[in-house]
């Protein structure tokens, strides 16, 4: 187990039972409400791309955004929102993905990404990997060369990687 993973585990808190009994949450408040904490995670989430042109920066509705952002200002790069639909304003494309209960869609700006953009996802967390695999589907739809995807934690034991193969997958705490 890394150091980073080792420290970032202190500031994220487990909930039993949230938000049905039987389910044990990661609760990142208490990482987000630390300095060092966040400093860390955000450091962490930025090392693989800081010798990387990064163009876009994907980040998935919501907590995506709050790591995600810092990321794209410190690499200098725009910051691109994918939405549950009706959220975003102007024209959008839209991708479904299944859960466990159903389906649920994505949406993206079609005027978000340029062909050829240099262009990293963010997200809070990996799990079952839906969402992350709309968003490629997004990126790609509008030509986007995606570098790599990054994710504060992943639930190793649901195998969201396997969804994303060709792609490198960063994830700075792994919880089995």
Known sequence: MSELNT?????????????????LFRDITTLLASPEGFRAAIDGLLAPYQDVQIDKVVV???RGFIFGTPMAYALNAGVVPVRKPGKLPADTLTEEYDLEYGTNSLQIHTDAIERGERVIIVDDLLATGGTVDAT????????????????????????????????PVYSLVQYP
């Not at 420290?7 to 389910?23: E, H």
């Not at 589907?137 to 994303?164: K, M, P, Q």
Request: glycine share 10%; net charge negative.
């Open 7 to 23: 420290l970032l585990k202190q500031y994220i808190r487990d909930v039993p039972d949230f938000p049905i009994p039987g389910i």
């Open 60 to 62: 998935i509705e919501s």
């Open 136 to 167: 490629i589907r997004l990126v790609n739809d509008l030509g986007g060369e995606i570098i790599g995807i990054s994710f504060l934690a992943e639930l190793t034991d649901l195998h969201g990687r396997e969804r994303v193969k060709d792609i």
